[in-house]
């Protein structure tokens, strides 16, 4: 199975940025769609921002203008840059891989963001 690292999280305060970043333990191929989740205590999992085949990109409507997600040439590492960031962006991160080819959504153990004053 494929095994996701997330790190860069930490404890920001308003309007700071962070970088996190997402290293697969194996090969991602072009196919996949590779994404970050967060989940705030007490609430589901929610889709932050995805990127797929062909590049395409997705965003929430929360994060959209603030963050950005993109992969790096040649590694297998997606990172998500969070600016201006809003004591609601608070949450744990989850990098996310799809698998087309088998139709298989392999998960990280998330990585904690905290926006605080």
């Known amino acids: 199975q494929v095994q996701l690292v997330e790190s860069g999280g930490g404890l920001v305060q308003p309007g700071e940025s962070l970088r996190l970043s997402c290293v697969a333990s194996?090969?991602?191929?072009?196919?996949?769609?590779m994404g970050w989740y967060r989940q705030a205590p007490g609430k589901e999992r929610e889709l932050v921002a995805h990127?797929?085949?062909?590049?395409?990109?997705n965003y929430a409507d929360s994060v959209r203008g603030r963050f950005t997600i993109s992969t790096e040439n040649g590694k297998n590492t997606v990172y998500l840059q969070m600016n201006s960031l809003k004591s609601e962006d608070t949450a744990v991160y989850y990098c996310?891989?799809?698998?087309?080819?088998?139709?298989?959504?392999?998960w990280g153990q998330g990585t904690q963001v905290t926006v605080s004053s």
């Open positions: 990127i797929g085949f062909g590049g395409a990109t």
């Open positions: 996310n891989l799809k698998r087309i080819l088998t139709n298989v959504n392999y």
């Open positions: 194996e090969r991602v191929f072009g196919s996949d769609i």
